[in-house]
T-cell receptor, first 115, second 109 residues
Framework: NAGVMQNPRHLVRRRGQEARLRCSPM?????VYWYRQLPEEGLKFMVY????????ESGMPKERFSAEFPKEGPSILRIQQVVRGDSAAYFC?????????????FGQGTRLTVV | AQRVTQPEKLLSVFKGAPVELKCNYS??????LFWYVQYSRQRLQLLLR??SRESIKGFTADLNKGETSFHLKKPFAQEEDSAMYYC???????????FGQGTRLTINP
């Protein structure tokens, strides 16, 4: 099992462009979580998805950000019209089921730089 | 809202010395508490959780509900313990983790 795979590892976008971040969960995992880490800060929850459903998007900015986890393929975090403040590390995590002992496994992250 | 505070951004100790990484949280109920570690160039990984009550790599952490703390301790630090450590909280019934800002631990030879 290769673990949670995120790509690209590094992404540079000019202001106003779109950024697409991909996350392939571990095999057998149907729950995906996205977190953002701004410079000098801890990880902040953005969104929790199950296959084809958004369960909790309480941490998502109201505009320009969207996430999906289709039936087939990776989860996608999309940021439209990027601004400098979107520069951050974006981490994806996955877990197999829910429950008290469920562990979330993290990917290596995508570092987005907006120039 | 729930909050996790790690007061030390940087912590440096000598090899063989005791280590304590502080973590305080604010939540009125009974949360799940975790410590995650990120070694250089590696992904974030779970180190331990309070419900397991186990020692991993010599580290232990005790949940103190009275002080709302979950400090991470190790009696004798090793150079390979150098890493970024994050304390995290999960509210019962919710799936998201609330992270502290992290503490960068450096073990000097």
């Amino acid at each position: 099992n290769a673990g949670v795979m995120q790509n690209p590892r590094h992404l540079v976008r000019r202001r106003g462009q779109e950024a697409r971040l991909r996350c392939s969960p571990m095999k057998g995992h149907s729950h995906v979580y996205w977190y953002r880490q701004l410079p000098e800060e801890g990880l902040k929850f953005m969104v929790y998805l199950q296959k084809e459903n958004i369960i909790d998007e309480s941490g998502m900015p109201k505009e320009r950000f969207s996430a999906e986890f289709p039936k087939e393929g990776p989860s996608i975090l999309r940021i439209q019209q990027v601004v400098r403040g979107d520069s951050a590390a974006y981490f994806c995590a996955s877990s197999p089921t829910l429950g008290q002992n469920t562990e979330a496994f993290f990917g290596q992250g995508t570092r987005l730089t907006v120039v | 809202a729930q909050r996790v505070t790690q007061p030390e951004k940087l912590l440096s100790v000598f090899k063989g010395a005791p280590v304590e990484l502080k973590c305080n949280y604010s939540y009125s109920g009974s949360p799940e508490l975790f410590w995650y570690v990120q070694y250089s160039r590696q992904r974030l990984q779970l180190l331990l959780r309070h419900i397991s009550r186990e020692s991993i790599k010599g580290f232990t952490a005790d949940l103190n509900k009275g002080e709302t703390s979950f400090h991470l301790k190790k009696p004798f630090a090793q150079e390979e313990d150098s890493a970024m450590y994050y304390c995290a909280l999960k509210v019962p019934g919710a799936q998201k983790l609330v992270f502290g800002q992290g503490t960068r631990l450096t073990i000097n030879p």
